[in-house]
Nanobody, 123 residues
């Protein structure tokens, strides 16, 4: 089992930046894909970005050019650099992990989840 713990959420004004981190521990597969998802009440969990160990990256259209996903394999830390934040980015952000190398932004492809961290973008 993989354990995931997010940190770095908070409140920021539109146009601001935040960095989310996810500490990965436990029985980490040799091939793993990590992803960031977000969810607001009453809506389905939305894929934001995914990365594998090559690394290849995949982004949702809504965050392309603003968000960057990175994976520090040496320290088992996943990060999400979020720039030019917009009010519609407000959500609880989750990191997730799945075995393999294929990148997905569908939440049902991921087996392991963190507890989530709140990001609020408001003036």
């Amino acid at each position: 089992q993989v354990q995931l713990v997010e940190s770095g959420g908070g409140s920021v004004q539109p146009g601001g930046s935040l960095v989310l981190s996810c500490a990965v521990s436990g029985d980490i597969p040799s091939s793993v894909v990590m992803g960031w998802f977000r969810q607001i009440p009453g809506k389905e969990r939305e894929g934001v970005a995914a990365i594998n160990e090559i690394p290849h990256r995949l982004y949702a259209d809504s965050v392309k050019g603003r968000f960057t996903i990175s994976l520090d394999n040496a320290n088992n830390i996943l990060t999400l650099q979020m720039n030019n934040l917009k009010p519609e980015d407000t959500a609880v952000y989750y990191c997730a992990a799945r075995k393999g190398t294929h990148l997905y932004l569908s939440s049902n492809k991921y087996e392991n989840w963190g507890q989530g961290t709140q990001v609020t973008v408001s003036s």
